[in-house]
């Protein structure tokens, strides 16, 4: 499937391919995995494909799984987010997920950076190695792998960013929780981290090799002069070593400070018994409450979608609704709005908001556009397309 954007440069179209196999393989009767990420260039004037990159070789007969059907790999690496175009180097940059089978590789977990002519690596580098995870882990299902990983992508789109002293570095969150700054131009095939920052414990312990269930970094930073916005999702979650903190920081472009945050709350209960199962798990269960109950008291409230942000202002929205404007020098939240309740639209038809995730807000002419529904993980259902001034 294609999940993020397509970037066009110089007649050329960079389309990244992500899978749901991920979510699949928690069935019982899928042949697991045959499915890996990738980004292949076209041709924009015909669609010619002019090369394609692979994040793994085809999938091949791996042996059996733990109920004694075939299991293939090597598999996964999607690539989820829109590619970064770096026309001064005449490259791309994207991140990868985890493998869905083994063996792992080592452009799992990865930014990877492609010539854009001939679609040749550059260079990569993998902030994890060896996680090898599925949807089956999460009900102890026969198609999870030996030694699951945690499940820590690379969702989003790497920034390009500029420096105060005219220097360039790349930016990158990772579901684990941690924020990378790297050097476009390292000098081996490995890459090179300029700093490290990790804003939420999404990842537990050193080995970042046990989930948090949907935690951590998910789908966009934004850059406002030197200051890079940061949103933790972070559910929670009763792990071991585990304390959630969901919420928008703010770090200092050249070293990766953290120069404010302001973690957000749910402001409401909800009963043990009531609270959803994990990610996908919770969706194949058919565990429902009510649609009154639901909106009542949204379990999850952390900021997963990607940040917008000026000069002056950063917007950050939750899963429970709620749309915010920050002060980008404080952190202050100078308005916010709640989108998970009835409207009656302007073309006459009654709808109703829900989780804001996924892409982040537009801006044009003053005006704030919001899409607000997303019932993907148990989330709150809506249908709305609400624009402020």
């Known amino acids: 499937v294609i999940t993020g954007s397509i970037s066009f440069h110089d007649d050329k179209l960079f389309v990244p391919v992500s899978s749901y196999e991920v979510a699949v393989s928690g069935s019982p009767t899928h042949v697991c995995c045959k499915s890996h990420g990738g980004v292949i260039a076209l041709d924009a004037n015909n669609g010619k494909e002019l090369w394609a990159w692979h994040a793994t070789e085809d999938a091949t007969l791996q042996g059996q799984n733990a109920a004694g059907n075939d299991i293939y790999g090597p598999s996964g690496g999607s690539v989820w987010s829109t590619p970064t175009v770096d026309a001064k180097r005449n490259r791309i ?38 996680d090898v995870w599925n949807a089956a882990c999460l009900n102890d299902g026969a198609n999870c792998p030996e030694d699951a990983g945690g499940d820590f992508d690379f969702g989003a789109s790497v920034i390009l960013a500029r420096t105060g002293d005219g220097s360039e570095v790349l930016l990158a969150g990772q579901k684990s929780g941690d924020v990378f700054a790297l050097n476009p131009e390292p ?9 490290q920052r990790r804003v939420s414990n999404a990842a537990i312990g050193p080995d970042l090799h046990k989930t948090t269930t949907n935690g951590g970094i998910h789908w966009g930073m934004a850059l406002s002069g030197e200051k890079l916005l940061v949103a933790a999702s972070d559910p929670e979650r009763k792990r071991e070593g585990y304390i959630p903190k969901p919420g928008l920081h703010a770090l200092r472009l050249s070293d990766g400070e953290i120069l404010w945050q302001r973690q957000v709350e749910r402001g409401c209960n909800i009963p043990e018994e009531d609270k959803p199962l994990i990610g996908l798990q919770n969706m194949r269960a058919g565990k429902k409450l009510s649609v009154e109950e639901m909106y009542r008291c949204s379990f999850y409230y952390g900021l997963s979608s990607a940040i917008t942000a000026t000069d002056e202002l950063a917007f950050s929205a939750g899963l429970n609704g709620i749309i915010r404007a920050y002060d980008i020098d404080s952190g202050e939240v100078l308005w916010q709005a709640e989108t998970a309740r009835p409207f009656k639209a302007s073309n006459g ?32 259902p809506g249908n709305m397309l609400l624009a402020y001034r």
Do not use: C, K
């Open 187 to 195: 000098a081996g095939i490995e890459g090179e981290v300029l700093w």
């Open 93 to 130: 940059y994207f991140g990868t997920g985890e493998n869905l089978s083994h063996p792992a590789t080592d452009t799992s977990d990865a930014i990877i950076a492609l010539d854009m002519d001939s679609g040749e690596l550059a260079w990569r580098f993998q902030a994890l190695a060896e």
């Open 349 to 380: 038809i009654e709808g109703r908001g829900g989780a804001i995730d996924d892409s982040g807000q537009v801006m044009a002419d003053g005006w704030l556009y919001v899409q607000s529904g997303n019932s993907m993980f148990g989330q709150l």
